[in-house]
Nanobody, 121 residues
Framework: QVRLVESGGGLVQAGGSLRLSCAAS????????VAWFRQAPGKEREFVAA????????YYAESVKGRSTISRDNAKNTAHLQMNSLKPEDTAVYYC??????????????WGQGTQVIVSS
C-alpha cells in the first residue's frame, strides 16, 4: 500500500492562496490516480479534485472549480493542490489519496493523514 504524507496547510486570510503537497513513499504511486478530499469538523468528507495517473485528465468539485489546480510529478512521486481565492468555507483537513480515478472515496485505498487548512474572514 502506498503511504502518503500531506503538507502545505496553514492559516490564511480569505482571498489568499495555499499550495498543498502530497509525497508518496513508493514508486507504484505513479500507476495510481490521485485525489484530494477535505473534511470540516462535524461534516462528512467531500471530494475536491482528482487527476489520472498520466496527469492528462483532471476533475474538480464545483465548490473549487476555477480556483484550484491539481497536478502531479510522477518522477518525484508527488502531487499538489494549488488553491487560490480561498474562502472561509474552504476550512477543513485536506487529505490526498491514491487509487482508481474517481470522485468516490471507496476507489481510493491509500490515504495520507491530512493537513489542516484554516481560512479566516
Amino acid at each position: 500500500q502506498v503511504r502518503l504524507v500531506e503538507s502545505g496547510g496553514g492559516l490564511v486570510q480569505a482571498g489568499g492562496s495555499l499550495r498543498l503537497s502530497c509525497a508518496a513513499s513508493e514508486r507504484t504511486f505513479s500507476t495510481h490516480a490521485v485525489a484530494w478530499f477535505r473534511q470540516a469538523p462535524g461534516k462528512e468528507r467531500e471530494f475536491v479534485a482528482a487527476i489520472n495517473w498520466r496527469g492528462s485528465t483532471t476533475y474538480y468539485a464545483e465548490s473549487v472549480k476555477g480556483r484550484s489546480t491539481i497536478s502531479r510529478d510522477n518522477a518525484k512521486n508527488t502531487a499538489h493542490l494549488q488553491m487560490n481565492s480561498l474562502k472561509p468555507e474552504d476550512t477543513a483537513v485536506y487529505y490526498c489519496a491514491a487509487g482508481s480515478w474517481s470522485d468516490s472515496e471507496r476507489e481510493y485505498p491509500c490515504w495520507g493523514q491530512g493537513t489542516q487548512v484554516i481560512v479566516s474572514s
